[in-house]
């Protein structure tokens, strides 16, 4: 882990940040290097030094490098999007991978007509050869709705970014 890596005479970029001399005990020091100044500027700009040392002390030592990341992603994206934050990303990524799911659904069905097409025509006489390809049917005839499980699918309005819980 990084606590146990000796340290050079140069303080960490939360003491450099909070104009502070770095102590061999400083707190930040393994998880907010020099070389990364931005890194806790961010974490400190939405969540404040006082409130990060709070969290780490919380949290068991062996957790605290996640706990660092969470906070600096958590911190990045809440500057991007100051209203939805982390919510909103995980909103578009459920709303993409609902549509991705609904794709995946049309497809298999239309795979499936294919399918029960070519076996029919196979079966088929010559004067029913003639049926029309399922192909031409919009979507919404397919009954892929009727038929999908709707436990495997995502909760995509749970967090709207329009309404919050």
């Given at each position: 882990m990084k606590?146990?890596?000796?340290r050079s005479s140069s303080s960490c970029a939360a003491c450099k940040y909070l104009?502070?001399?770095c102590s061999p005990n400083c707190q930040f020091a393994p998880y907010f290097r020099s070389d990364e100044p931005k890194k806790f500027a961010k974490v400190h700009k939405v969540f404040g030094a006082s409130n990060v040392s709070?969290?780490?002390n919380e949290v068991p030592e062996d957790q605290r490098e996640d706990t660092v990341n969470s906070l600096a992603y958590e911190a990045e994206v809440r500057l991007r999007d100051p209203i939805y934050g982390c919510i909103g990303a995980i909103v578009s990524l459920q709303r993409k991978m609902a549509e991705l799911q609904h794709d995946l659904?049309?497809?298999r069905a239309r795979l499936a007509c294919y399918y029960v097409e070519q076996q029919s025509s196979s079966f088929l006489d010559d004067e029913h050869a003639s049926l029309p390809?399922?192909?031409?049917f919009p979507e919404s005839n397919f009954g892929i709705m009727e038929t999908f499980n709707h436990s495997s699918m995502p909760v995509v309005d749970q967090f709207s970014p329009f309404q919050f819980p």
């Open positions: 606590s146990h890596e000796p104009k502070r001399r709070k969290i780490l659904i049309v497809a390809p399922c192909f031409d």
